[in-house]
């Protein structure tokens, strides 16, 4: 999840003659986090204290002279240091009222930038591609400087950075079209060239971004075509490479673009996940370009939005959760926050945007929904938060905040715990839950593991029940509920996390299966659930077949009946009606069982899995599963909407994977012998119907060519003849 | 029986025109209608759906509103003015000036006391039903904003006005407003625009009920003026409301051409408390359905897309029946199309013009199956616009292609043709006092005598002469109806002429003695379509329940065939078709063929031929084909049916044996429409 917050205004912006140039070259940090260096295109440098948009100071270079390179901060000397004209270093410090009386040094060749970091020295890119330190630069101003760069290639960006003790300058070239990009590490120098994938239009890269992240550093880079790919290039790599290496790129977001292709645009990497983009359409909004977002790079969510006024000039710098995004006439900063994300929390989030949205689409009160509630998520809500704000208000003094209830469960008793977690889950609206639920559980959870006496059934199915949690956020809780024979939860669980991991619920289903169905039993369940199974159950008491289906069973023309000698066959037809009638597992364990069927799983990490049943486990599961498939297609049992159930399509797909994981072992056991004949003759009867469907196909498509009728003018003259 | 050669023809541009309001009369079961010209119709719910009256519109007459009091059917306007309708004579009986500016409602209460109007200027009026005449009573308390829509209460002391915005209550015996519900505008960009209430309805309970232009259904208690509950049921218009008989049920018509049902229902099981709920969605509409009624056993529904739709409440029946089946009225039942058999000449009504074409003709010889070149192409010889206001309700050509006449409500005309080398047309100067007006109009056979339905089921005879045309006599019915004749016919031989009225009587005279010869026995059901026979004088009639009747003349008595067919009994299949059969005409040269049509076939009756029983197949024309030339006859019945042509308006068999089959496919109407209201489909 990410957020952008309400942002500020740091400072103005005069417009350039140029409207595509950006108004700011550059934004650099001080040694101070809350300061930054903004120097402007043309002859100032000033510097903001940020929080109270404040200027605390500004150097202006004479009439004439330019600012050819953002200042940048040395922050071992806490001096700034600028170019202008290309080739005069100037370095002042804070004190310095004049930069003109500053100190300045004349080098011999046209510079590109004056990188700094922390923890390194400030080093002096040429544009001809050398590199040089500050320091030893300014020793010897007049040295010589050679020419890393072919004749027309020209930098396009650079940037620094300072990674264990290494140094790094990278910047990015263009020549006839193509890019490069170089890698320069300071002591010892060494030079590593890529070259960047061509993109499909030809088009150059809109923007770069580099951030260090495991000991590698990633290049992040945006395209007009609204494509972000990223590049890493490992810190500690074998260097020796000779020659120019392609480097190699993954889409990382491919972003709608609207009409037409980008102009000025940007994307920073704000963390591993996140990036944020400036000058790219809302995907919602549509019109206008002028909208900073943040998307989530692993689900290609878009997190958060903010449509900025006027035109977007192009860059966007981040630094310490603060985006610096000069638009319009302003420079705008717009601090943002970027949580760990997880699958379940980006669902949640979505999930909470669709009930703001109908939220906000009810904007008038109605009578009819004041009066009778029947409209639950319109002003009725407004009314209850205000409520439980007015006992909130009034339960403050005795209740405890979330913090305390955390510091709570880490020693308190059983009941006390159990007590205060229901309190605060029943009082709080869900959206202050949202975070809390997740740190309330996996602390309920820490505890039980640690003392094993410690068990809270009942505060943990509650936090459950907010829906806020998932697996991954407390991935602890199912197999916990499972370790203490807590069904309850372990259905709860199941019903409402959508991120159980397929080992998860192999272990579940294991369980399940396993478990002796007097135990079962006496646990309550959900209502909903187990009514559902009594209906099914049930179901096949009234008897009858309706709309002519006849399970394959009793098909007299079965083919392979014909082919069985006849005692057994005569055996064979008693049993499955028996098993037909009955269900081999007690009621509850069934209700549990068809949670697993409806869980979300991937068929390739639930097969290795599913290897883990022993061969009883598997049979009477199958036994399970053709029960609920025989009752699903006899069609007696008319389904309840709004019931969760199975669906036939879920049961044919376990089925299969259970066939597919045991199948040799089924085909030697010997009490499997009765089920996988029945098994098949389902599919027999399955691939009848669809080859009696097929039939059908052919004559219909030759109805659709009959209908082919000429086409009738106006008048005609045309003979038909009666009989 | 043979090869035939077809012109089938395709150029007759009919356009019905948009339903604008629809009354139902629950004691006469019949269902006035009322198009965007200003036309009305009158259906007969108790015979079939059939078409039992037209009254023709007229430029300056816009429909917003019909209301039956009793028997009399008032509409009001667009032009400010109130009309009663003479049903006998079928015109206006007299319109009112309502001096409220443009009228977009009336009602009536149940009692049939006084009519409510609500007009443009915001004042609800109320005018006293008297005798023969209307008389202005008084004003209710005067709003701002146009009155839409109203509803009295079933006890008559309150109305409920739509307006825009609101919706008023008030009490009638002090024409105050009493109540004033707000109706909430739609949502995003339409929230600047007024809602529109189309339409409200109040019920015994004092709830009310509203449809509104930002697709709200909207539930109020008309006692305290509160909202009890809102269906918002479109993106676009409720257009119409109508509540059954009992109160249990209030349809909804939109401008996406749904019908949605709402019931006053428990919404759960064994619980006492009712609420209105909404039940189910019938889309049988591509445009607005404008005009809604339901009644007892269906709804019935209208709107800019022209056809009216009957959709039976299938819970109400516990068979399948006749009624059960959907029914959708697309064309008129009675005869647009004349055709002079003779000279090879169709003449087409349009409300406004009359066009009068040639058939083409070709001289090749073909298979069954093919096309003919053609030798020359048909042509459009003339194009006539009527004069004045009214539009024309029916027109007649001779056979012989030499007269023309057409009648409006307030004038006949008759105008001599040439046709043979140049066309040239003139105009009938002197007619008849007489003979002001037509409901039916047809020529002798051997064009000497026009024949014109007049008031009370009369008919004037007028003798054409190439100078002059006089009147001859009035031919007057014993029964004493008043009702008007829609159908019409003569015999070749000029001796004998057949007139149907809407009070399912047939009258035939004696041309040569000028009296009426006999009175064919009444059946109960509505004749849609007759014929005398060339050569035996046996009258053949169709009637809306699709039976079929031989009726002698000479003999007065039905014929030997006619007793047989109804001993017989007529297949299921016949009977179970939903269109009227609107022409009947006889093959000159095989007297044992007719020949009937309806919207979806032709039938070529041979009367010589077994007739079909219940078990064999009626459609029998694909089997027949697939037979060989021996197994044939022995498969034959008398009913050869051809269902190729579709959507018919006439077939008629020229005197060269040749068939003329004129089709107006509703594809083709349908593409002449408006663009219905955009609906967001999947994936556009």
């Known amino acids: 999840m990410a957020a952008l917050y309400e942002g500020f205004t740091l400072c103005g912006l005069v417009p350039t003659q140029n409207a595509s140039d950006s108004p700011i070259q550059g934004i650099e940090l001080d040694g101070d986090s809350d300061h930054a260096v903004v120097t402007d295109s043309t002859r100032s440098v000033t510097l903001y204290k940020v929080s109270d948009q404040k200027p605390l100071g500004s150097w202006t270079v004479k009439q004439g002279q330019l600012l050819t390179c953002p200042a940048v901060c040395n922050f071992q000397t806490k001096e700034y240091v600028v170019v202008s004209d290309n080739k005069v270093i100037r370095v002042w410090k804070d004190e310095d009222l004049n930069i003109d009386k500053a100190f300045k040094a004349t080098v011999s060749a046209d510079v590109w930038r004056v990188h700094s970091a922390p923890g390194g020295e400030p080093v002096v890119l040429f544009q001809r591609g050398a590199v040089r330190l500050l320091d030893s630069l300014l020793s010897a101003p007049q040295q010589p400087i050679e020419d890393v760069l072919s004749e027309e290639e020209v930098i396009r960006w650079s940037t620094n950075i300072v990674a264990e003790k290494q140094h790094f300058v990278l910047f990015t070239t263009e020549q006839k079209g193509e890019h490069f990009l170089y890698v320069q590490r300071l002591n010892p120098n060494t030079l590593q060239k890529y070259r960047l994938e061509r993109e499909d239009s030809g088009a150059p890269p809109l923007s770069f971004s580099a951030s260090l992240r495991d000991k590698h550093i990633n290049l992040l880079y945006l395209y007009p075509n609204g494509c972000v790919y990223q590049s890493v290039v490992a810190v500690r790599g074998p260097v020796e490479l000779e020659g120019v290496q392609t480097l190699p790129r993954s889409l990382r977001l491919r972003l709608p673009v609207g009409e037409g292709k980008l102009g000025a645009a940007s994307a920073v990497a704000l963390d591993e996940a996140h990036v944020a983009v400036v000058g790219m359409p809302h995907p919602s909004a549509r019109t206008g370009k002028d909208f900073l977002c943040i998307w989530n790079t692993n689900f290609q969510t878009l997190q958060a939005g903010k449509e900025m006024v006027g035109r977007i000039h192009g860059p966007v710098w981040c630094y310490l959760g603060k985006l610096f995004v000069p638009h319009g006439k302003a420079l ?103 975070l809390s639920v997740g740190q309330l559980a996996c602390h309920l959870v820490a505890r039980s593991q640690a003392e094993t006496a410690f068990y809270t059934p009942g505060a943990l199915a509650q936090l459950v029940q907010t829906q806020c949690l998932c697996h991954s956020v407390c991935p602890d809780l199912l197999l916990l509920a499972l370790e203490h024979k807590d069904y309850f ?90 098993q037909l009638e009955a269900c081999p597992v007690g009621l509850h364990k069934a209700v549990l069982l068809n949670e697993v069927l409806q869980t979300a799983y991937s068929d390739n990490f639930l ?117 | 029986m043979g090869e035939l050669k077809v012109h089938r023809v395709r150029f007759f541009d009919y356009m019905p025109t948009a339903i604008r309001a629809m009354a139902f009369n629950a004691h006469t079961e019949r269902l006035a209608l009322a198009r965007m010209d200003g036309s009305v119709e009158i259906f007969n719910f108790t015979d079939h759906y059939f078409q039992e009256k037209v009254i023709p519109g007229k430029d300056s007459r816009s429909i917003e509103s019909l209301c039956w009091v009793g028997g009399r059917l008032f509409s009001a306007g667009l032009n400010g003015e109130i009309a009663e309708y003479d049903l006998e004579n079928l015109r206006p009986k007299y319109s009112l000036e309502a001096y409220g500016g443009p009228i977009w409602t009336v009602i009536s209460n149940t009692q049939g006391t006084q009519l409510a109007i609500g007009c443009e200027d915001g004042t609800v009026k109320l ?74 309805a109040f019920l015994s309970d004092h709830t009310v009920v509203s449809g509104d232009s930002a697709g709200k259904v909207q539930v109020w208690d008309g006692h305290t003026g509160t909202l009890v509950k809102t269906h918002l049921v479109t993106k676009w218009d409720v257009l119409a409301l109508s509540v059954s008989k009992d109160e249990s049920s209030v349809v909804a018509g939109t401008s996406e051409g ?26 049988n509409h591509t445009h607005d359905v404008r005009a809604l009624a339901e009644i007892e056993t269906a709804i019935v529904s209208g709107g800019m897309d022209t056809h009216l739709v009957v959709r039976p409440l299938l819970e109400k029946f516990d068979e399948k029946s006749h009624a059960s089946g959907l029914r959708k009225i697309h064309f008129p039942h009675r005869n ?101 007006s037509a409901h039916q109009l047809c020529f002798s056979s051997d064009s000497s005598k026009m024949f014109a339905a007049s008031s009370q089921s009369s008919v004037l005879v ?63 059901s509505c004749p849609s379509a007759m014929g005398i026979h060339p050569t035996t004088n046996n009258l053949t009639m169709v009637h809306a329940d699709q039976q079929l009747f031989e009726y002698s003349i000479v003999e007065k008595q039905y014929t030997d065939w006619s007793r047989k067919l109804q001993k017989q009994g007529l297949h299921n299949v016949w009977l179970d078709r939903d269109t009227p059969v609107t022409h009947v005409t006889f093959n000159p040269k095989n007297p044992n ?14 009367q010589s031929l077994p007739l079909p029983d219940q078990k064999t197949q009626f459609y029998n024309q694909m089997t027949l084909r697939s037979l060989s030339e021996q197994e044939r006859p022995s498969h034959l019945h008398a009913f050869k049916i051809c269902k190729t042509f579709q959507d018919l308006l006439c077939v008629s068999l020229l005197d060269d044996q040749s068939l003329v089959v004129v089709e107006r496919p509703l594809l083709a109407i349908t593409s002449q429409l408006p663009a219905p209201v955009r609906q967001k489909k999947f994936a556009t």
Request: proline residues 5%; aromatic residues 6%; neutral net charge.
């Open chain 1, 332 to 434: 705008s900063v717009i601090p943002y926050e970027c949580q760990k994300s997880s699958l379940a929390s980006a669902l949640g989030k979505l999930r909470h945007a669709g009930i703001a949205v109908s939220k906000s689409s009810v904007a008038v009160p109605s009578w009819n929904s004041l009066l009778h509630g029947d409209q639950p998520q319109g002003p009725a809500k407004i009314v209850d938060t205000r409520k439980s704000k007015l006992s909130r208000k009034s339960q403050s003094a005795t209740a405890l905040n979330v913090d305390q209830v955390l510091e709570l469960i880490k020693t308190g008793p059983v009941e006390e715990v159990q007590r205060e977690v229901e309190a605060l889950v029943s009082r709080g609206d869900a959206q202050d839950l949202q």
């Open chain 1, 489 to 578: 939860l372990c259905q709860l669980c199941l019903q409402l996390f959508p991120d159980i991991p397929e080992v998860v619920t192999c272990a579940c289903l294991k369980t399940f299966i396993s478990v002796p169905d007097g135990d079962v039993e006496m646990v309550s369940l959900e209502p909903d659930s187990v009514s559902f199974m009594e209906g099914l159950v049930a179901a096949g008491d009234r008897g009858g077949q309706q709309n002519g289906f006849s399970p394959p069973l009793f098909e007299e023309d079965s083919c392979d009946a014909h082919h069985q000698p006849k005692p057994p066959q005569h055996q064979d037809k008693k049993n499955p009606t028996l």
């Open chain 1, 607 to 723: 097969l290795p899995h599913l290897k883990d049943l022993n061969a009883q486990q598997v049979i009477l599961f199958l036994q399970y599963l053709q029960f609920v498939y025989l009752k699903f297609s006899q069609d007696v049992y008319t389904q309840t909407p709004g019931l969760r159930s199975p669906t036939m399509t879920q049961i044919i797909d376990w089925l299969c994977l259970l066939l597919d994981a045991h199948f040799t072992v089924l085909v030697m056991a010997p009490d499997a012998k009765g089920l996988l004949s029945n098994l098949e003759s389902f599919v027999k009867s399955q691939v009848k119907l669809f080859s009696e469907l097929g039939k059908i196909e052919g004559s219909l498509q030759e109805l659709h060519k009959m209908k082919l009728s000429k086409d009738i003018s106006q008048y005609s003259i045309e003979v038909i003849e009666l009989f």
């Open chain 2, 127 to 200: 005018f006293e039903v008297l005798e023969e005449h209307i008389q202005f009573e008084r004003n209710l308390d005067r709003q701002k904003g146009r009155i839409i829509s109203l509803s009295w209460h079933p006890s008559g002391t309150h109305i409920a006005a739509g307006m825009m915005d609101m919706i008023r209550v008030f009490d009638v015996p002090t024409g105050h407003a009493v109540q004033r519900l707000l109706v909430d505008r739609g949502i995003g960009g339409s929230k600047s625009r007024e809602t529109v209430v189309w339409s409200v």
């Open chain 2, 258 to 283: 749904t019908v949605i049902q709402f019931q006053f229902i428990a919404p759960t099981l064994h619980q006492q408390d009712k609420e209105w709920v909404r039940t189910r969605t019938f889309k």
């Open chain 2, 336 to 436: 647009l199309v004349s055709c002079a058999k003779k000279a090879g000449l169709l003449l087409f009504q349009f409300p406004g013009q009359l066009e009068l074409w040639r058939l083409g003709d070709s001289d090749g010889h073909g298979k069954p199956g093919d096309r003919l070149p053609l030798k020359w192409k048909p042509e459009k010889l003339l194009l006539l616009k009527r004069k004045g206001e009214d539009h024309i309700c029916c027109s007649a050509l001779s056979s012989c292609g030499g007269w023309l006449a057409y009648s409006t409500v307030s004038s006949v005309r008759i105008y001599r043709l040439q046709t043979d080398n140049n066309i040239s047309i003139t105009k009938v100067s002197k007619l008849p006092k007489v003979l002001r």
């Open chain 2, 462 to 524: 007028i003798a054409l002469t190439q100078s002059e045309c006089k009147y001859v006599h009035t031919l007057k019915p014993k029964s004493g109806s008043r009702q008007p004749i829609h159908l019409m016919t003569t015999s070749v031989d000029g001796k004998w002429l057949a007139a149907a009225n809407s009070d399912c009587e047939i009258h035939v005279y004696n041309l040569q003695k000028l009296k009426l010869h006999c009175i064919v026995p009444v059946y109960g």
């Open chain 2, 593 to 606: 063929q007719v020949v009937l049509h309806d919207m979806h076939m032709f039938c070529i009756i041979d």
